[in-house]
């Protein structure tokens, strides 16, 4: 099976900083990759706060995630702060790909990339939306 290769656009739309802290650490002495999820699930809802939003009010409808990528490229241990890099991209009718790098603040060190596949879903109606246009309108200038 080939390994996942993830390409990273250009630049980012959005940075946040985020600690290692001991909780996020497994048996091997290094960031738990269940706990890499999670710190991408804070960076996600600071994403859509920066812009204005939550996850569950985004133009009137919330979203989900519908998959996730990632490519680990170095350990990351506790006491290291990361800088998380999020962008939008990939746009489609329903949805779009958050994707992120995260690196260590003091060396610069890549520790992952990947991506979060997400889709708009009216919360109400129990079914998927289209990208409301004000989003892509604001992510695209962040």
């Known amino acids: ?32 990759n269940a706990q890499l999820i999670s710190l991408i699930s804070e960076a996600r809802v600071r994403y859509f706060r920066s812009l204005g939003y939550s996850e569950l009010d985004v133009e ?7 998959d996730v990528a ?3 490229r170095s350990e990351a241990f506790h006491g290291e702060t990361l800088v998380v890099e999020m962008t939008a991209d990939d746009f489609n009718e329903y949805g779009c790909d958050l994707v992120w790098r995260l690196s260590d603040k003091a060396s610069g060190r890549e ?7 997400i889709i708009f879903f009216n919360y109400s109606a129990r079914e998927k939306s289209a990208v409301p246009p004000a989003f892509v309108a604001k992510a695209k200038r962040s």
């Open 111 to 117: 520790v992952a990339r990947g991506k979060h596949g």
């Open 60 to 66: 009137g409808v919330g979203i989900v995630v519908a």
């Open 1 to 32: 099976m080939p390994r996942i290769k993830i390409d990273l656009p250009e630049s980012f739309t959005f940075t946040t900083e985020i600690p290692i802290y001991i909780g996020h650490i497994n048996y091997g002495h290094h960031l738990d």
């Open 70 to 72: 990632a490519q680990y």
